[in-house]
């Protein structure tokens, strides 16, 4: 049994009212987060148990788009609107393998479902049962960081004599010793790891007893590293981290364990050795999966038994791993109690293990990037000495609900709920803030760039060893600190995954193909980023196998505290198909959401930063000089501007199509499983002498659909003369509008057009050749069933006027919707439409991509 704890000192007479507030704004977002979930969950069909284990259901399903969830994933399978609790075990392509537990029923489709909400609804609950203070929980010092912006400095600070640090740097750790909040204001590459590494060994030799905490495990992960840095004798018990680490080298570690389960285990308790034994044998067998995910395509029989003996082994040694887990929540809180330092990410606080325990200092990293709702929560567990890090010229906290209440409390971090991002703006800092100024990280260039635009009230100085650094990576395109390579006259298309939600550019990843496929070799580390989620999984797709190349692709929310080299900076938006431009790019005042995406984009860049962008409409056309426009005029006066072409001419992977494409294409179908064609508005031409391949692959599999050729209607509803002979002779020709892309994925080939494909005037025309990457654009292209036939499926005539059903993915203000109906009959406002046309709306989608 917990001893009780009692309340950690008096309620200030505001706190009720705080807490109450920031409950409901919590609740407000869980509310935004469960309405949008039909267009998160995954329509999956063909469900099938392939292996039964004494504990578990292995079931395997086809995913109907991209599953964008990971293995080992706690997710939500609903069949028939009964919700099941099951775990990802494994997912190859668009089949996922998930686990199950051995009484459920199993139908042939389900949805999928993955999300946090039930932090949100932890959080919430506990902020309500704090609202008059409660055992283990200071009021006054949660109340504080709402309040603590104007707080004056000490008059005397400690003595920091840590040769290591500059003196921005020792002055933030003399500051952060003393009682009170101390705000940490460490932009990109300044070293605000280091510096919270030698605070909290400071802390530790005054006999304090410390939390250290994060957003994300990556960004815990990284201050423990640095604490362990100053003081490698916490590890063994002094410094405990909870959770799973994202760091690999945290695990097991020779020099002395620091995860609670490891520390447990060499105590004597023997269901925590027996949670470490399945822990690793569980990581064991998962890379061992991974091994297998990356060829997907092309398994053989043996290694697909393989996969299955894999999957049901893992199935089990999870199963196991819970019900371990179960037990040890005594173990584990003893162990926290004994610890110097307990490292944890942020919402593990609310959880059972930290819940009531006490601490004399709080550090809350990444600050940026935590609401103020659960930064309370954190400081609250300590005694008013809190120290608030990050930077928040950085990315917020992601969040759905558009309320008041969320505004206030969730989308703004403790830094702009106390005010501090504002008094930045005066004469003086706060007195209570330490700006950290000398950056490491960043070239001359590329540093300037980021200051100019981004910190022009406190600019960043780039550290003399940078100059002589050395430079370990390089690429032939990557001749200068600053690249931009300007897609304004290539005129590529922006589309939506699915077409209903996050934006993506098929010809910006096919040109970044032909980039990557001519660093490798001496570009050991690379970075490629997108601000849209679906762009970053065709990005992920383009990366080689090889595992010790230190490549990395994803969206930059997820690449915020990472560093590579090289950065590719994929922007996405053209302004060409997809409009208006995402807010990301028009609004670019100093602390918007635009500013802070680019500044985390290109601080990511030791070496060098190559922006792939339309320049025209991204920058040449702004009315306004802010922060963005900042970076771009700067980007353009120091770098390089590069044409789209040159991305083309080192590498195989893309190339060019010039003259007839329909020669090459029928080469292409010759042979092929699987054919998704999307065309735009325009005479077909090239479409009629394409119909004996076509048909010839319809006709090889009569129980599914191999062949989908989604085709825009003319403004009257009809389609092209070559559209319906192709309907007519047995192809599947699919109505749609509008279609924003214009290409066609044949097996592994991938083709795209800045003009109608096979029209009369395809435009510039590329073609890309890659497995994994012509896998990821199915998926992104995919559409779901929902209120229309999807893709894979027949369409149908409408019964009064014989016209093809068209599907519409646009809604009356221009918002994604799917809709499906005659274009002449059933088309919205007419009487007869506005019964019976379908459609359904987010209004707060175009907030998530």
Not at 391 to 397: E, I, V
Not at 622 to 644: E, I, N, Q, S
Request: hydrophobic fraction near 40%.
């Amino acid at each position: 049994m917990d001893e009780p704890v009692p309340p950690s000192g008096p309620v200030p007479g505001a706190w009720p009212r705080i807490a109450e507030q920031a409950a409901k704004a919590l609740q407000e977002e869980l509310r935004a987060v469960t309405d949008r979930r039909t267009l998160l969950d995954i329509r999956v069909s063909g469900g099938v148990v392939v292996a039964e284990t004494t504990s578990r259901k292995l079931v395997r399903f086809e995913a109907e788009g991209d599953l964008g969830m990971s293995d080992g994933a706690q997710a939500t399978l609903v069949i028939s609107g009964t919700p099941i609790d099951v775990e990802v075990v494994s997912v190859f392509g668009n089949v996922v393998t998930l686990s199950v537990p051995p009484g459920a029923a199993i139908a042939d489709e389900a949805v999928l479902r993955c999300d946090l909400s039930w932090l949100l609804s932890t959080q919430s609950k506990r902020l309500r049962e704090l609202v008059e203070g409660g055992p283990g929980f200071n009021a006054a010092a949660a109340a504080a960081l709402m309040t603590a912006g104007a707080e004056a400095a000490p008059d005397e600070l400690p003595v920091v004599r840590a040769e290591h640090l500059n003196q921005g740097q020792r002055y933030a750790v003399g500051l952060a010793l003393t009682p009170g909040v101390t705000w940490l204001w460490g932009p990109p590459g300044t070293g605000k790891t280091t510096t919270l590494g030698t605070l909290v060994a400071e802390l530790c030799v005054r006999g304090l007893r410390v939390l250290l905490t994060a957003p994300t495990n990556a960004a815990v992960d990284v201050a423990v590293n640095a604490v362990l840095k100053e003081i490698p004798e916490l590890a063994g018990g002094g410094l405990v981290r909870l959770g799973q680490p994202a760091d690999p080298a945290l695990i097991a570690r020779s020099e002395g364990h620091v995860l609670i389960d490891e520390i447990a285990a060499k105590r004597g308790e023997v269901l925590a050795q027996l949670r470490v034994r399945e822990a690793q044998r569980s990581r064991d067998l998962r890379e061992r999966l991974r091994h297998l995910e990356r060829r997907h395509a092309s398994l053989t029989d043996g290694e697909q038994d393989l996969r299955l003996d894999l999957e049901r082994e893992l199935a089990e040694a999870s199963a196991r791993i819970r019900e371990l887990d179960m037990s040890l929540h005594y173990v584990r809180r003893q162990v926290c109690r004994e610890a110097e330092v307990v490292a944890a990410t942020s919402h593990q606080v609310a959880l059972k293990t930290l819940r009531e325990l006490t601490f004399d200092v709080v550090v809350l990293d990444e600050a940026s990037m935590t609401t103020s709702a659960l930064a309370m929560l954190v400081a609250g567990a300590g005694s008013g000495h809190t120290i608030i890090a990050g930077d928040f010229r950085q990315l917020p906290p992601v969040v759905v609900a558009d309320s008041p209440a969320a505004r206030d409390w969730l989308t703004r971090s403790p830094f702009e709920k106390a005010a501090v991002d504002r008094v930045v703006g005066g004469e003086r800092l706060p007195g209570r803030l330490a700006a950290l100024t000398e950056q490491y990280r960043m070239r001359r260039d590329i540093n300037h760039v980021v200051s100019e635009a981004f910190y022009p009230e406190s600019p960043l100085v780039t550290a003399e060893a940078v100059a002589t650094r050395p430079r370990r990576s390089s690429a032939r395109w990557a001749d200068r600190e600053l690249v931009v390579l300007d897609t304004s006259r290539l005129g590529a298309w922006t589309a939506r995954k699915q077409g209903m939600s996050s934006r993506y550019n098929l010809m910006h990843a096919q040109l970044t193909a032909g980039l990557l496929a001519s660093a490798t070799g001496d570009a050991s580390s690379l970075g490629v980023i997108s601000p849209f989620a679906a762009q970053a999984r065709l990005l992920e797709s383009l990366l080689p196998d090889a595992e010790s190349t230190d490549w990395a692709a994803s969206t930059v929310h997820r690449f915020q505290g990472g560093e590579r080299d090289i950065v590719v900076y994929d922007t996405v938006d053209t302004g060409l198909g997809v409009r208006p431009l995402h807010r990301w790019f028009t609004e670019g005042g100093p602390g918007g959401d635009g500013a802070r995406l680019l500044n985390v984009a290109a601080s990511r860049a030791r070496d060098h930063l190559v922006v792939v962008a339309a320049l025209d409409q991204l920058h040449r056309h702004r009315a306004t000089l802010d922060a963005v426009g900042r970076f771009f005029t700067t980007l353009l006066a120091r770098g390089r501007v590069a044409p789209w072409e040159e991305a083309l001419s080192h590498g195989s992977m893309t190339r060019r199509v010039t003259g007839d494409v329909t020669d090459l294409m029928r080469e292409d179908l010759s042979g092929a499983g699987s054919v998704e064609i999307r065309l735009p508005r325009a005479s077909l031409v090239g479409l009629r002498s394409l119909i004996p391949s076509l048909k010839l692959i319809a006709e090889q599999d009569v129980d599914t659909e191999p062949v989908t050729v989604w085709v825009e209607p003319d403004p009257d509803g009809h389609l092209s003369a070559e559209a319906m002979e192709a309907k007519r002779r047995g192809i599947n020709i699919r109505p749609c509008t509008p279609i924003l892309e214009s290409s066609a994925v044949i097996d592994d080939v991938v083709w795209t057009a800045t003009g109608s494909l096979l029209g009369p005037e395809p435009g510039v025309v590329l073609r890309t050749r890659n497995a994994a990457f012509a896998d990821a654009v199915r998926r992104a292209q995919r559409r779901r069933p929902d209120n229309a036939p999807g893709s894979g499926q027949l369409g149908d005539d409408c019964g009064r006027c014989s016209r093809a059903l068209v599907r519409f993915e646009v809604g009356r203000r221009g918002l994604p919707t799917v809709g499906y109906g005659c274009y002449s009959c059933d088309r919205p406002g007419s009487r007869r439409g506005r019964s019976r046309f379908r459609h359904e709306r987010d209004p707060q989608l175009s907030r998530w991509e």
